[in-house]
């Protein structure tokens, strides 16, 4: 994660969001907890699941951080060395193989 990315927190009207007790209900039009009989609150919810696996630490949607990769190998990096029999070279030829 680079240094200014931040995680925004998992919200219950999220399309990915799911509680794992089965217990998200909405009460006029809010999101509402049938297991503890409030307001859901995911920041604080240990029942918490993301079905598309990206739920980071302290309930955290990892689907609001972009991804930085870096790229390390170039294709010089990897060198292949063939040995072929002779009769195998005639019919390739030597320049299709340098």
């Known amino acids: 994660m680079e240094s200014g990315a931040v995680a925004r927190p998992c919200t219950s009207r999220c399309e990915f969001f799911r509680c794992g007790r089965r217990a998200l209900l909405f009460r006029e039009g809010r999101p509402w907890c049938g297991f503890v009989n409030e307001a859901c609150d995911p920041s604080v919810c240990a029942y ?48 299709d193989l340098a």
């Open 48 to 95: 918490v699941t993301c079905m598309r696996g990206k739920l980071l630490a302290n309930n955290k949607c990892g689907l609001t951080i972009k991804r930085v990769t870096v790229e390390n190998t170039t294709p010089n990096d990897f060198k292949v060395d063939i040995k072929l029999r002779h009769r195998d070279l005639r019919k390739f030829g030597d320049d």
